[in-house]
């Protein structure tokens, strides 16, 4: 009887060698076991900070007795303290890696979120809220360098795109379980009167809500333990020192630019869509929820078509087209009327003006050398987070000085300049 012997490896080899292709060719370009691994935790994390924690955060301090400049200062206090972390969280990166820094963040995110809702005092909210900036700023540095490696250069930006749209759906969905929680919440915590919460069990529900989206924070850092530890792609460590100091600091500043006025549009509107559509329409909670949340699902559908506008135009040109068409759509919103005419501009405002992100990171990313990938992300993070800061600052000031309508003219006037600074700083790439 004649025993079988396994294959040779090299016949192994061979053989991997001819299904690999195949099985590449099966699989949609920038996905792999890496990246759902990633989009996981960008569910997670998304549908529990962006979603929930976050379109219950105003809510929650108006319940507790905050007018519009507190909640303003409060909004502002992360910007501040990303600010502040940005630069040196890139060499901190480099030193403990990537993946350790997203798993510690997420972590400390999600106790930052649960300690913003267990006190009414503002110095507690505070300093829950800065440190809150401070994780997220970390969180954010490294989610683009880390990417960046989970697949080949010429598969990122439709990988970009279809974590965009994982983000989007996710922040979608949590926004509209967002808006239904606390009376879920109440129902649970055996507080709800007559179907209706009265205003002194609001400040509870919310809390409770607010904390359950700290819970989803922490389930959030699974997925990323699952993945390798140093991802195929990624390029050893190098002196710090030596690094920074031959960084290419005018180019990385110049191609970061455009995120400084990406943040001043984006904090007078993000942070105050709820107050903004309860101030123009009078609507309810759960109403904010639903309309919040369809303007986040088209942020995550309009950039799958990145790839196509990118082949067209290129990712310059077609950001600054994209900001242009953009910007007229939020002339739209501010000068509609009627809600759904509203919610239409909306949505396509905020859509469009989201394939900022997915089209400029790669483009950020593969302008630069891998080395210089953290540092480019940090000094993208301080121009955002300064934007960021300085117009939430001010949105109390704006509204009671301009009102509303007026404030969403000056975004548009803000989104405009942004496809004009990518035009001028990137070029034709």
Same mark, same amino acid.
């Given at each position: 009887?004649?025993?079988?012997?396994?294959?040779?490896?090299?016949?192994?080899?061979?053989?991997?060698?001819?299904?690999?292709?195949?099985?590449?060719?099966?699989?949609?370009? +920038?996905?792999?076991?890496?990246? =759902? *691994?990633?989009?996981?935790? %960008?569910? &997670?994390?998304? /549908?529990?900070?962006? !979603?929930?924690?976050?379109?219950?955060?105003?809510?929650?301090?108006?319940?507790?007795?905050?007018?519009?400049?507190?909640?303003?200062?409060?909004?502002?206090?992360?910007?501040?303290?990303?600010?502040?972390?940005?630069?040196?969280?890139?060499?901190?990166?480099?030193?403990?890696?990537?993946?350790?820094?997203?798993?510690?963040?997420?972590?400390?995110?999600?106790?930052?979120?649960?300690?913003?809702?267990?006190?009414?005092?503002?110095?507690?909210?505070?300093?829950?809220?800065?440190?809150?900036?401070?994780?997220?700023?970390?969180?954010?540095?490294?989610?683009?360098?880390?990417?960046?490696?989970?697949?080949?250069?010429?598969?990122?930006?439709?990988?970009?795109?279809?974590?965009?749209?994982?983000?989007?759906?996710?922040?979608?969905? +949590?926004?509209?379980?967002?808006? =239904? *929680?606390?009376?879920?919440? %109440?129902? &649970?915590?055996? /507080?709800?009167?007559? !179907?209706?919460?009265?205003?002194?069990?609001?400040?509870?529900?919310?809390?409770?809500?607010?904390?359950?989206?700290?819970?989803?924070?922490?389930?959030?850092?699974?997925?990323?333990?699952?993945?390798?530890?140093?991802?195929?792609?990624?390029?050893?460590?190098?002196?710090?020192?030596?690094?920074?100091?031959?960084?290419?600091?005018?180019?990385?500043?110049?191609?970061?630019?455009?995120?400084?006025?990406?943040?001043?549009?984006?904090?007078?509107?993000?942070?105050?869509?709820?107050?903004?559509?309860?101030?123009?329409?009078?609507?309810?909670?759960?109403?904010?929820?639903?309309?919040?949340?369809?303007?986040?699902?088209?942020?995550?559908?309009?950039?799958?078509?990145?790839?196509?506008?990118?082949?067209?135009?290129?990712?310059?040109?077609?950001?600054?087209?994209?900001?242009?068409?953009?910007?007229?759509?939020?002339?739209?919103?501010?000068?509609?009327?009627?809600?759904?005419?509203?919610?239409?501009?909306?949505?396509?405002?905020?859509?469009?003006?989201?394939?900022?992100?997915?089209?400029?990171?790669?483009?950020?990313?593969?302008?630069?050398?891998?080395?210089?990938?953290?540092?480019?992300?940090?000094?993208?993070?301080?121009?955002?987070?300064?934007?960021?800061?300085?117009?939430?600052?001010?949105?109390?000031?704006?509204?009671?000085?301009?009102?509303?309508?007026?404030?969403?003219?000056?975004?548009?006037?803000?989104?405009?300049?942004?496809?004009?600074?990518?035009?001028?700083?990137?070029?034709?790439?």
């Amino acid at each position: 009887m004649r025993i079988r012997r396994p294959a040779p490896r090299s016949a192994m080899k061979a053989l991997s060698a001819a299904l690999l292709p195949v099985i590449r060719r099966r699989r949609l370009p +920038g996905l792999n076991r890496q990246v =759902l *691994l990633f989009l996981c935790h %960008s569910l &997670l994390f998304h /549908i529990g900070l962006l !979603g929930i924690a976050d379109i219950l955060l105003n809510f929650y301090l108006v319940s507790i007795g905050y007018d519009s400049m507190a909640i303003s200062l409060l909004q502002s206090l992360p910007r501040l303290s990303g600010f502040l972390i940005g630069l040196p969280i890139g060499l901190v990166a480099n030193r403990i890696g990537n993946r350790r820094l997203i798993v510690l963040s997420s972590g400390g995110i999600a106790l930052s979120v649960a300690a913003t809702a267990l006190t009414p005092h503002f110095l507690v909210i505070a300093v829950s809220r800065f440190c809150w900036g401070a994780c997220f700023g970390a969180n954010q540095v490294v989610k683009s360098p880390f990417m960046v490696t989970l697949t080949d250069r010429s598969e990122h930006t439709a990988q970009f795109a279809y974590h965009n749209l994982v983000s989007m759906f996710a922040v979608a969905l +949590g926004s509209a379980v967002g808006g =239904l *929680l606390p009376i879920l919440m %109440s129902r &649970l915590l055996s /507080i709800e009167a007559a !179907g209706a919460l009265r205003p002194e069990q609001m400040p509870l529900a919310y809390r409770a809500a607010i904390i359950a989206a700290s819970g989803l924070l922490l389930l959030s850092m699974i997925p990323i333990l699952a993945l390798k530890n140093r991802p195929a792609g990624a390029d050893p460590r190098r002196d710090q020192l030596r690094l920074t100091a031959r960084a290419p600091w005018r180019r990385i500043l110049r191609l970061a630019f455009p995120l400084l006025v990406f943040g001043l549009s984006g904090g007078l509107t993000f942070p105050f869509f709820n107050l903004i559509f309860r101030d123009l329409f009078g609507i309810s909670d759960s109403a904010i929820g639903s309309v919040i949340g369809l303007g986040w699902l088209a942020m995550g559908l309009l950039p799958l078509l990145n790839p196509v506008w990118e082949a067209r135009m290129g990712r310059a040109g077609a950001l600054t087209a994209l900001m242009f068409a953009s910007a007229l759509a939020f002339v739209g919103f501010s000068l509609s009327q009627a809600l759904t005419i509203a919610v239409v501009f909306y949505v396509l405002a905020i859509g469009i003006r989201n394939t900022m992100q997915p089209l400029f990171q790669p483009l950020l990313m593969d302008s630069l050398d891998a080395a210089y990938h953290n540092l480019a992300s940090s000094v993208g993070l301080v121009f955002w987070n300064i934007g960021w800061f300085a117009s939430t600052l001010g949105f109390g000031w704006l509204q009671t000085e301009i009102g509303t309508r007026h404030i969403m003219l000056l975004v548009a006037i803000l989104v405009l300049l942004n496809g004009l600074s990518i035009r001028l700083t990137a070029g034709r790439r």
